[in-house]
């Protein structure tokens, strides 16, 4: 057992339900321990050209690939991209949706991220594409850009983020006057589903390190608010889109791939990992979550 892990399993009954507080040396380790395997594993989970670990949004007849573009053509909207424009991904992943978003409206970008892994495999994403976007491993709470950027966005990412008004203000500096910093993300729909003691809930939260700040969206909304950011964008994504995300794709290519990916990692990781998806889809179906894209505008 890894020393991840055996921190991960010391983790104490009653520090497994959501809101925890780290410091910044121990939520880089937690945020990290879902990401830290072979890139390969996500790639073949996700599936599609950009390997967005998301919510992808489908049209009649649509695949992976198109339906993961629809969704970042939403974020491109949002952020009212033009060619030039500097923008900023938070939490990066493998580089997909920074890539496509540079490349399709001739953006300058940067991604950051807490997990090692990815950053070689963004960074030649984004060489064989041709574009123009680096790639960094760095908390968000540590970043410190050269250049202010005309926007920020993050996918499915804020629910990590204990501190989230502290995240906000951090955008807020990071921005030029009017830029927009927009995010998706799962909020819960009520305030009692904000207890995730259950064995469903722990095991969820788990894999990722116990992490979890699902928020309500009223919440979200005051956060960015009071940090200074003008309301002033939302589109409400179906849960149907999510379940099919997860029931038509990943959990199919789980199955298709399942030997490749238990030697890319271990069979109990692929079991946990199994557990956990199916775990999402019965939160879907008890309406635990709806799921939107928020823009908000920094003050001229």
């Given at each position: 057992?890894?020393?991840?892990?055996?921190?991960?399993?010391?983790?104490?009954?009653?520090?497994?339900?959501?809101?925890?507080?780290?410091?910044?040396?121990?939520?880089?380790?937690r945020l990290a321990y879902h990401?830290?395997?072979?890139?390969?594993?996500?790639?073949?989970?996700?599936?599609?050209?950009?390997?967005?670990?998301?919510?992808?949004?489908?049209?009649?007849?649509?695949?992976?690939?198109?339906?993961?573009?629809?969704?970042?053509?939403?974020?491109?909207?949002?952020?009212?991209?033009?060619?030039?424009?500097?923008?900023?991904?938070?939490?990066?992943?493998?580089?997909?949706?920074?890539?496509?978003?540079?490349?399709?409206?001739?953006?300058?970008?940067?991604?950051?991220?807490?997990?090692?892994?990815?950053?070689?495999?963004?960074?030649?994403?984004?060489?064989?594409?041709?574009?123009?976007?680096?790639?960094?491993?760095?908390?968000?709470?540590?970043?410190?850009?050269?250049?202010?950027?005309?926007?920020?966005?993050?996918?499915?990412?804020?629910?990590?983020?204990?501190?989230?008004?502290?995240?906000?203000?951090?955008?807020?500096?990071?921005?030029?006057?009017?830029?927009?910093?927009?995010?998706?993300?799962?909020?819960?729909?009520?305030?009692?589903?904000?207890?995730?003691?259950?064995?469903?809930?722990?095991?969820?939260?788990?894999?990722?390190?116990?992490?979890?700040?699902?928020?309500?969206?009223?919440?979200?909304?005051?956060?960015?608010?009071?940090?200074?950011?003008?309301?002033?964008?939302?589109?409400?994504?179906?849960?149907?889109?999510?379940?099919?995300?997860?029931?038509?794709?990943?959990?199919?290519?789980?199955?298709?791939?399942?030997?490749?990916?238990?030697?890319?990692?271990?069979?109990?990781?692929?079991?946990?990992?199994?557990?956990?998806?199916?775990?999402?889809?019965?939160?879907?179906?008890?309406?635990?979550?709806?799921?939107?894209?928020?823009?908000?505008?920094?003050?001229s």
């Amino acid at each position: 057992m890894s020393a991840v892990e055996k921190l991960i399993q010391a983790t104490p009954t009653k520090r497994r339900n959501l809101y925890q507080k780290y410091d910044i040396e121990e939520e880089i380790v937690r945020l990290a321990y879902h990401y830290n395997v072979p890139c390969e594993f996500f790639l073949i989970v996700t599936g599609g050209q950009w390997n967005t670990y998301s919510c992808s949004i489908f049209g009649a007849n649509e695949n992976m690939t198109q339906a993961q573009e629809r969704k970042l053509d939403e974020f491109a909207r949002m952020m009212k991209l033009k060619p030039g424009m500097r923008i900023l991904d938070v939490g990066c992943g493998w580089g997909g949706p920074l890539t496509y978003l540079c490349k399709k409206y001739s953006c300058i970008g940067e991604g950051i991220t807490v997990t090692h892994a990815q950053i070689p495999y963004a960074q030649n994403r984004a060489f064989n594409y041709e574009v123009n976007a680096r790639f960094h491993l760095s908390h968000w709470e540590t970043f410190k850009p050269k250049e202010r950027f005309d926007a920020i966005f993050t996918d499915e990412v804020v629910v990590h983020f204990q501190d989230l008004q502290g995240f906000f203000k951090r955008c807020h500096s990071w921005l030029k006057p009017g830029g927009r910093v927009v995010n998706k993300e799962l909020h819960l729909t009520e305030k009692k589903f904000a207890d995730w003691s259950d064995p469903l809930g722990v095991h969820v939260n788990k894999v990722y390190g116990f992490t979890g700040n699902y928020r309500l969206l009223e919440d979200e909304v005051a956060c960015a608010k009071s940090a200074g950011f003008e309301f002033v964008d939302r589109l409400d994504i179906d849960m149907k889109h999510y379940t099919h995300t997860v029931q038509k794709y990943w959990l199919r290519n789980l199955k298709l791939n399942r030997e490749r990916l238990i030697k890319l990692t271990s069979e109990k990781h692929f079991n946990d990992f199994h557990k956990y998806l199916r775990c999402t889809l019965v939160s879907f179906r008890k309406n635990v979550f709806n799921q939107h894209i928020l823009a908000f505008k920094k003050y001229s």
